[in-house]
């Protein structure tokens, strides 16, 4: 057999074992023991042990369970709440004004959570019940904040972008400035649509009669600031070098942490536990998989897998532009089985070769496949955001919410034609501040 059909085989295998419902550490793990042992004879297996506890050695990975601590602390908070309110007192008069606030509310309550689904429980326990009770369409007010709450893996500081910077060996505080432009892009786009789809229906909603003044506005801002400013800190200290990503996570997530029982007054033992006992499962769940993704990147090195379809690809000549679009067409399908997390380290030591060989640049690449993921969050069969959605909101179908998001995914899908005409769109800001990647 053919280095070449070994890896569709491999292919093959690792989808079906995924399909079954074998999570996806154990897939990827189990699947590159199998392999190593058929393919060595027993003689490769040696390796799997030191794989996989060696993946976790390195000190980097200590961000991303402290990433996940400040995403956790906030969501358990009233802190979404809080969001929700000040961003709405800014964009009620305009028509639609409660959709337009959830989407800017999910926006910020991103930069705080780096985790989609998180920031759509944290905004959505107070936006959506009242969009439905303001009389919003339930498609436009479901539809709305699950693709409003994908922006979390894209705006900084995202816990997406970390694992990517992980696996890669890419600055942290580079793609998190990569980020940022497309984020807010994509942030106004979302508006401009909901205030399409929604211009001249004001009328038919209710509760929107209420004005706030200025002093209004400001009261809630008070709240925000420390939040908001730990955030943009973390931010900072990564892009300008004074530390390590690992240090600023930690940093961040004590702040955060000190903030939430300081003025949420979440004290009680149980909040604390709660707190600790969520981002631990997430932090876990994520490790096991970077685990599990190293032997499975270490198995296909060891059969020489990545250079064979390298050759492949080469041979073809598909060119720069094409080589993308396959790309494009390989997440999209493997962001609607697979949260974002397993997407980027099941194809990196795949497409990270093939796109710096192309010329692309591993930044750009890192912000157009987390913007195929937003849609993979949203889209069936799994749509992590759609399941969350639903649970806050039993009596919309998923269908509804399915619906209400398709706007939102064409935007989302114009992100990614943007992004490849102009590329720097997500390279221009971190080049600024941090010059170009050595």
Not at 93 to 113: D, E, K, M, Q, T
Not at 315 to 340: E, H, Q, S, Y
Request: glycine share 10%; net charge negative; hydrophobic share 60%.
């Amino acid at each position: 057999m053919t280095t070449l059909a070994l890896g569709a085989v491999i292919a093959v295998v690792t989808l079906a074992v995924l399909a079954i419902g074998v999570p996806v550490a154990f897939a990827l793990g189990g699947v590159a023991a199998i392999f190593l042992y058929w393919v060595g004879e027993g003689g490769e297996l040696a390796s799997v042990a030191a794989t996989f506890f060696g993946s976790l050695e390195e000190f980097t990975l200590v961000a991303i369970p402290m990433f996940v601590l400040m995403g956790a602390a906030a969501s358990a908070s009233h802190l979404g709440s809080d969001i929700s309110e000040a961003v709405k007192r800014w964009l009620h008069p305009f028509p639609g004004g409660r959709v337009l606030s959830g989407i800017g509310a999910a926006g910020i309550f991103a930069g705080l959570s780096g985790s989609s689904p998180a920031t759509v429980s944290g905004i959505g326990r107070e936006e959506l019940p009242g969009m439905l009770a303001d009389g919003y369409p339930q498609d436009m007010a479901t539809g709305s904040l699950a693709a409003s709450g994908t922006l979390a893996i894209l705006i900084p500081p995202s816990l997406t972008m970390v694992v990517f910077g992980i696996a890669t060996d890419t600055d942290i505080g580079r793609l998190f400035l990569a980020g940022l432009v497309p984020g807010v892009l994509l942030l106004v786009l979302f508006m401009a649509v909901s205030l399409a789809l929604l211009y001249g229906g004001r009328e038919r909603f209710h509760g929107e009669v209420r004005r706030y003044s200025l002093a209004e506005r400001l009261h809630t801002l008070p709240r925000l600031l420390p939040a908001l400013a730990v955030v943009a800190g973390v931010v900072v200290v990564l892009v300008k070098g004074v530390v390590e990503a690992s240090e600023a996570a930690g940093v961040g997530a004590i702040l955060i942490l000190a903030l939430v029982v300081t003025l949420y007054g979440l004290r009680q033992r149980g909040h604390l536990f709660s707190i600790l006992r969520a981002a631990t499962r997430e932090s876990v769940m994520i490790l096991m998989i970077i685990a599990g993704a190293a032997m499975f990147g270490s198995m296909l090195l060891e059969l020489s897998i990545p250079e064979a379809v390298a050759l492949w690809v080469v041979d073809m000549d598909l060119g720069r532009w094409t080589l993308i679009l396959w790309i494009n067409v390989v997440l999209l399908a493997l962001g609607c089985f697979l949260p974002p997390v397993a997407v980027i380290l099941m194809t990196v030591p795949l497409l990270i070769p093939l796109a710096v060989d192309a010329g692309f640049d591993p930044v750009w690449l890192a912000v157009m496949m987390t913007l195929n993921m937003q849609i993979g969050l949203i889209t069936p069969p799994v749509g992590l955001n759609l399941q969350v959605v639903h649970a806050l909101a039993p009596a919309v179908p998923r269908e509804s919410v399915l619906r209400g998001a398709w706007p939102f995914m064409l935007c989302m899908a114009a992100g990614i034609v943007l992004l490849c005409l102009y590329p720097q769109l997500a390279t221009a800001l971190p080049d600024g501040l941090m010059g170009p990647a050595g």
